[in-house]
């Protein structure tokens, strides 16, 4: 009684090669913990969870969560958004890791990956092998300045780990983007869902700033609006209690990550499914607008 028409499945993998991968990085046990403990406290509103269940190892599980499709839009990052969303996700962005900003209970979620262990797993594990393969499919994508630098990128962005690892923390969702995104429609009571926890880990906050504004903004957009959604980001920060960040500091941070996105998204190219077409087109579309924003900041000048 009183259940909903429809419900979303999520379980393991079809794949095994994918399955190895959440076992690595505790994909599955992350997702499966954030809709057990937390989901519903947070500010960012987040798909009802009616079931989980998980085995001891986290190689196992199912979810069955809110059809959110009944109550709103889900975004296309293909196609884009407009200003207005983008400021939405900001500002929505901003009170979240604000409520969760250098909180106490952070240390106590080790079931929640450090951001800093799985960015290193991905640059000294993913990045070597994905280099030369990436130059090869992608490398009309890249200024000659981010081409001449990639066989070395990962060294370098390692170079400037401790940036990272003395950053304040908070929860990031390190996927935030619009196909993790609902927007809500008339009478849904939300202007934004967002889905999709699986990567979601104690890190930079700066990192989910800078992965939806490189990836999900068309260039020309993101020239003209990136410095007023990084204020309103930073501004939302502020509001929900956060002293300790200048945004000056945000700035820096914003674009020491965006070199970091640029070398995980290189890193995937050997995880690609050829088979999946709009799989393919979506991630040569988020390195060609991510190596476009790193070479437009002068990324590569702070790891020099």
Not at 18 to 26: D, V, W
Not at 80 to 106: D, P
Not at 184 to 193: D, R
Not at 204 to 223: C, E, M, Q, T
Request: negative net charge.
């Amino acid at each position: 009684a009183g259940a909903p028409r429809t419900i979303i499945g999520k379980f393991p993998s079809a794949e095994q090669a994918g399955r190895e991968i959440a076992a690595m990085y505790g994909l599955y046990r992350c997702e499966v913990n954030f809709y057990r403990l937390i989901a519903e406290t947070i500010s960012l509103r987040t798909p009802r969870c009616f079931f989980s269940a998980m085995n001891d190892d986290a190689t196992e599980f199912v979810l069955l969560l809110e059809d959110l499709s009944a109550t709103g839009r889900l975004g296309d990052q293909v196609v884009g958004c407009t200003i207005e969303e983008a400021r939405l996700a900001m500002e929505q962005l901003g009170v979240f890791h604000a409520s969760w900003w250098q909180n106490a209970r952070l240390k106590e979620m080790d079931w929640l990956p450090l951001g800093v262990d799985l960015a290193r797993m991905s640059l000294e594990e993913a990045f070597p092998a994905g280099w030369g393969p990436a130059l090869d499919r992608y490398g009309h994508l890249f200024s000659p300045e981010v081409r001449e630098a990639v066989p070395t990128l990962n060294e370098r962005v390692l170079g400037r780990f401790g940036r990272f690892e003395e950053a304040p923390r908070t929860i990031t969702h390190a996927d935030y983007r619009l196909d993790n995104m609902f927007f809500g429609g008339p009478g849904s009571g939300y202007e934004l869902a967002v889905i999709d926890w699986q990567i979601a880990n104690r890190g930079l906050s700066a990192y989910d700033v800078a992965y939806f504004l490189g990836s999900n903004l068309r260039p020309a957009d993101r020239r003209s609006q990136e410095q007023l959604l990084l204020s309103a980001y930073h501004d939302a920060l502020v509001a929900g209690g956060v002293r300790d960040y200048p945004r000056a500091r945000l700035q820096e941070d914003y674009v020491l990550s965006m070199l970091l996105i640029l070398a995980n998204n290189i890193g995937n190219t050997m995880n690609l499914d050829p088979a999946n077409e709009r799989g393919l087109q979506l991630f040569e579309l988020i390195l060609g607008r991510v190596a476009t924003a790193a070479a437009e900041l002068h990324a590569l000048d702070t790891v020099s």
